[in-house]
């Protein structure tokens, strides 16, 4: 069947006519082949990235179907017990949470696998009880879970490294408090008025969306880049008496009425969605550390690292207000910090104000 717009939905094959009626044929790219395609970039690789970036692809699949029918079944609402961030854990948190485990452990391909949702790391034994595997996954199985009863999008978020411990030992901390810089690959999946998978592997970022009908995702976005300008600031203002004083002067800076201000204010409390938002559209999120929140209350390591990687690799920013986040050297886990993150001169301006009020302080 061929719509309208010249795209066949089955096949996904997009047939586009020009003026004078020529008709070209573009086929539309699988993330499937472009992960294989894109392995030649890894010119060392065994596979094992490809096969890796294809079980977190098969699990989104599985959550996403889990998302888009969460009012119908019980699987919406709080389970009974709370991670170790204290937080009531949603249902959909925990199943989202296994089902991203048990694709990263079926497929053989990680030797470690942390998780918000999990107290500790998770160290994965071989069949052979050795483990030969390289690389480690650290994720948020289900930001921003507690828009789920109110059905605003949610996502995943995903962060690899190799492991720095020799390979066929048990893996280390160590190998999870790695800086961001070490990333091999990061990105998200967001489950939203359509389900997309976000990614890079230092290549750029590429988007690609979810045919539910045929269970594809298939290249819609390529090469993500942020808009020169950003007019958009996504912070949650009912905190804003508990902001440092920059970041009071940042919000007021963006409400003035001068040059291409006021800003737009865009919050949907959901890191993924905001983000995904404003990489297209052009803006900044910033969540400041608060005396609710002492250090932020982002994590770093399955949150701001894979988000900085996606915003640096568009050509964006992310910084903890005073130094680039994937520089930062993790010290534990769950560590918390302060995130800014988005267009490059808009990220720079909250930094200045940060610098500029912070010295008054002093
Ligand atoms: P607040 C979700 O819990 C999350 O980690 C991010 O996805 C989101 O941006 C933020 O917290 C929302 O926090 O305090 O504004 O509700």
Do not use: W
């Not at 888009?68 to 949603?90: S, Y």
């Not at 998770?122 to 507690?146: E, F, Q, R």
């Not at 804003?240 to 002067?249: A, L, S």
Request: hydrophobic share 35%.
């Amino acid at each position: 069947m061929t719509s309208d717009t010249g795209r066949t939905e089955t096949t996904g094959i997009q047939i586009t006519k020009s003026s004078d009626n020529q008709i070209t044929m573009n086929q539309l790219i699988t993330l499937g082949e472009f992960i294989i395609d894109r392995q030649a970039h890894f010119p060392y690789s065994t596979g094992e990235l490809s096969s890796l970036l294809n079980s977190i692809r098969l699990a989104a699949k599985v959550v996403n179907h889990e998302v888009n029918k969460a009012g119908l079944v019980d699987i919406i609402g709080a389970a009974e017990n709370e991670n170790i961030q204290g937080e009531q854990q949603q249902k959909l948190d925990v199943f989202a949470n296994k089902v991203f485990i048990q694709a990263l452990i079926n497929r053989e391909i990680v030797c470690g696998i942390a998780s918000e949702e999990e107290d500790s790391y998770i160290n994965v034994v071989g069949k052979d009880k050795g483990n030969n595997n390289k690389y480690i996954v650290l994720m948020d199985p289900l930001d921003g879970s507690s828009n789920i009863d109110v059905n605003v999008s949610v996502g995943t978020i995903f962060s690899i490294y190799r492991r720095i411990s020799p390979v066929g030992k048990p893996v280390t901390e160590d190998d999870f408090l790695q800086p961001g810089v070490n990333q091999i690959a990061a990105g998200y999946v967001i489950y939203g008025t359509s389900t997309m998978l976000v990614y890079t592997t230092g290549h750029g970022v590429n988007g690609f969306t979810l045919n539910p009908a045929l269970g594809v995702f298939y290249l819609s976005h390529p090469d993500m880049f942020f808009p020169d300008k950003g007019k958009i600031y996504s912070i949650n203002e009912g905190n804003y008496r508990h902001f440092p004083k920059g970041i009071k002067k940042y919000i007021k800076y963006c409400q003035e009425e001068e040059g291409d201000r006021p800003y737009t204010s865009r919050y949907i409390g959901s890191l993924v969605s905001d983000f995904h938002r404003n990489m297209i559209k052009g803006g900044v999120y910033l969540y400041p550390n608060s005396s609710r929140y002492p250090n932020g209350k982002l994590r770093l390591l399955y949150e701001c690292n894979p988000i900085a990687f996606l915003a640096e690799q568009a050509g964006g920013k992310a910084s903890n207000g005073k130094q680039r986040i994937m520089e930062l050297k993790p010290e534990e886990l769950h560590q918390r910090v302060p995130f800014y993150v988005g267009n490059k001169c808009m990220v720079e301006k909250i930094e200045k104000y940060i610098k500029k009020y912070d010295r008054e302080r002093t």
